[in-house]
Structures are given as C-alpha cells and as structure tokens.
C-alpha cells in the first residue's frame, strides 16, 4: 500500500523498492576479530540489513577481550553514541552496567529460551543488560595422529599430559620436527590468563581465587602446587614465548601442526577442520585435565553476550538486529559455520549443530560445568581484582616468583582493590 505522506510526522517515512518502511537506521555493532568471527557476522548483519532496510556497521574490536574493554570504557567516558550494539563478555555486566539499556522491553520473555545461569548473570537489580549469544568453556585440544603413534592415552591429569608432551616433543624434535612444542596456552599478562590459570587452580581444588561470598581464598598449598605445576612447563614443553600468547597465538602454532596439545575455546575446532589447516582431520578435543588423580577437570566459563549501548540513537533498530543474532536461528547458523556453542540447550539436540560440533553433546558436561570467574562478586573491580590474578599467574610462570610467594602478595593486593570487608 502506498501512502501519500506530507506532514512532518510522516516525514521520516522513505519508499524503498515500492514499500513503505520508517527511515532506514544505521546500525554499528562491535565483532571478535579471533578467527572466522568477523566473516560470520557479516554474513547474518547482511541478510538483517537486506530484510529491514537498516544499515550495519561493524565496529572491529581487538583480539584481546582486555583491549577491548579498555577501549569500550574511552567510548562509555565519552558517551559516545558511534556504538550501538556491542559484544559484552560474560565477566563485564558487573563492569559496564551504567552504560547498557535494559532489553526486557524488547525481548517478551525469549531470554527464558536461553540457559538460565548466563541469563542471571546478564541480569542486574532487575535489568536484563545483555542477551546470551554463545558459551565458551576451556578445552583440550590434542592430536590424535601423535597420540595413536606414540600408543598414549589422552591424558587425565596434568602431570600425565606433561609426561605425555615431553616424550612425544623430545621424539619428534629427533626425528627432524624442531619446531614441535608439547603444550600451548594463553600465558600473556591478560584475561586469557586468568582463564588458565583459574583452571589449573580449580584443578587441585584450590577454590577459585575469590569465592562467591567475596571471601579472598588464593593463599592455599592447593593453588601453589597448581602455579608451580604451570610453571614447570615454561621452556620444557612450552616455549617461553607462550608468555606472550594470547588465543590466537597458540592456535597459529597449534594449526601449523607445531603443538601436541593446546589449551583453547571451542572457536579453534571449526578452524582447525579447514582446508588451509594443517592437522585437519588430526585434531581431538576432551575435557581439560585433572589436576592429579585426586582433582577435578575445570573449565574456565567465557562467552559473550549482545547489549545495547545507552547511548545509541536507534535502540528499537539495535534491539531488533539484537534479537536476529541471538535467535536460535542466528546461534545455529554460527554453530554450524564457526563452532560457537549455542546459549539455547534446545539447540544441543539438533542434529545439524551436532554433525559440526561433535564436541557439544561429547562433552555437554563440560559446558555446564564450568568455573566461573569471581565477577558477580567484585562486580565494578573485577578487572582489577582479575589483572592482580593474571599478574601473580604471569609472576610465576616467567620465573620471577615461586607460587606460594605470588599467591601471599596477590592475597594482599587482593584485599587492598577490595578495601574493607565488601566489594
Ligand atoms: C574468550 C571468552 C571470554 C574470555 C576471553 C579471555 O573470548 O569467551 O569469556 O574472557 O576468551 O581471553
């Protein structure tokens, strides 16, 4: 139907292709940069922008999740409204609340189709501040041609997957592979750390650093034995220069077939599966190991989630290309094209996303058993409380403090970000 508008509250009204539709938006949202991230939202913003008429922009963040808070925190300082929809790690509702509209009015209840514990931990006093877009959990990748050709288990413990890597490293570095490492991690000083390291201490049931109740829990035998225990592997079965690798750097060398064993999120598997990879077809995937026979697989739990800035001019157009991305729809196609695990358990049944993503029902425990990092209770300090951690995890690993010196000094530093008895 075609109207013939002249007053100025129709005025904002254009004719698209015959059709009448409100002004078209122009839309900016932030996207990942690791990997495929950035092709495979393209892909879904443009077939938004075809359907709605709306433009989209995107807002490339750096690699690093540490950076790019950094950077969102300059756009929040300014309230700029350059963005409009933005990726929020699970760890910074608490950090970045002030600044995220609630979605309750936007999204009629669908965020009950998602997993309940990402959907509290995005809801503050009330307001759902983010809508649950994939889940990460920290996994072990290992190849399997390596481990078959050297008649070894994957490994259960740390102390068996040390053993493991050093035999196979030595054997091939003999045999003429001088680049091979046994294990590779996310030990530069940032939040890629505190995932590992909270895993290693989770590991020996060390506790997780700062315990739900805000109780600064670091300082025990059980966190030392699992810093030292990282430390171990700095020059015998990583290369030193593992301090400096954030994701991306240990899935480049793990990819060039340079590395028995790789510590990663699911993102890696769907890259490791392509044409160019070098182990396609060589890689497994299993649960991180235990920290000796007496302790636990842990996964640290990532993921991301979309918001949209209070500042943005187009919150309806925002929350509608919100809603697209995070419909099980949206969360399939990124399933299936990039390995990222859905938020909506529905999807874990479906027949497609398992074929791409064996690992989800494999290793569903995983996913729904994970470690969380202390956000919720240090809420506006976590990254501080977080840089303290990675800091002690960095102070250890390099050799420049042995762990029950790094976890007494990060106890104190701890107390101090948190002065007093509260958060
Ligand atoms: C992944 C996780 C995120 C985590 C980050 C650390 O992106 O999803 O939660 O903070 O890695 O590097």
């Not at 300082?77 to 929020?88: F, H, N, P, R, T």
């Not at 020996?204 to 739900?212: A, L, R």
């Not at 480049?252 to 028995?260: A, E, K, M």
Request: charged share 20%; aromatic share 10%.
């Amino acid at each position: 139907m075609k109207r013939h508008v002249f007053g100025a509250a129709v005025a904002a009204l254009l004719f698209v292709g015959g059709v009448e539709t409100a002004a078209a938006a122009e839309i900016t949202i932030t996207s990942g940069s690791a990997g495929q991230d950035f092709e495979i939202f393209k892909k879904l913003i443009n077939e938004w922008s075809a359907k709605t008429g709306n433009t989209v922009k995107l807002f490339n963040t750096p690699n690093s999740t540490t950076d790019t808070l950094a950077l969102l925190r300059q756009q929040f300082g300014a309230k700029s409204s350059e963005i409009d929809v933005l990726m929020v790690d699970v760890i910074w509702p608490g950090v970045i609340k002030q600044h995220l509209m609630d979605l309750k009015p936007y999204t009629k209840g669908s965020e009950k189709n998602h997993f309940p514990a990402i959907v509290a931990n995005n809801t503050i006093n009330g307001k759902l501040l983010a809508m649950p877009w994939y889940i990460d959990a920290g996994l072990l990748y290992y190849r399997k041609d390596l481990l078959d050709k050297y008649k070894k288990p994957v490994p259960a413990t740390w102390e068996e997957m040390r053993a493991t890597a050093q035999k196979i490293q030595d054997a091939e570095r003999k045999a003429g592979n001088k680049e091979m490492q046994g294990y590779v991690f996310q030990g530069k000083t940032y939040e890629g750390l505190t995932c590992n390291a909270l895993e290693w201490v989770s590991s020996y049931k060390g506790g997780s650093v700062i315990e739900g109740n805000g109780k600064i829990t670091i300082d025990n035998p059980q966190a030392v034995k699992a810093l030292d225990m990282a430390a171990s592997w700095i020059g015998t079965i990583s290369p030193r220069n593992v301090l400096s690798y954030t994701e991306e750097e240990a899935r480049g060398v793990f990819q060039n077939g340079n590395s028995i064993f790789m510590r990663n999120w699911p993102y890696a598997w769907s890259l490791a599966q392509k044409d160019d990879s070098k182990v396609k077809g060589k890689v497994g995937v299993a649960a991180l190991p235990k920290g000796g026979v007496d302790g636990q697989s842990a996964a640290s739990l990532g993921g991301w989630s979309l918001a949209i800035s209070k500042y943005s001019k187009h919150p309806a157009e925002a929350a509608d290309l919100l809603l697209y991305l995070t419909s099980k729809e949206g969360q399939k196609r990124r399933a299936i094209q990039g390995s990222y695990n859905p938020t909506i358990p529905e999807l874990y049944s479906d027949a497609e996303v398992l074929k791409a993503v064996p690992f989800a029902s494999s290793l569903y425990e995983v996913f729904t058993h994970t470690v969380a990092r202390p956000s919720t209770v240090t809420g506006e300090k976590y990254n501080e409380a977080s840089g303290a951690f990675w800091n002690a995890a960095y102070a250890t690993l390099s050799g420049k403090n042995k762990g029950t010196d790094s976890v007494k000094k990060l106890s104190g530093d701890l107390a101090h970000i948190r002065r007093g008895d509260k958060w």
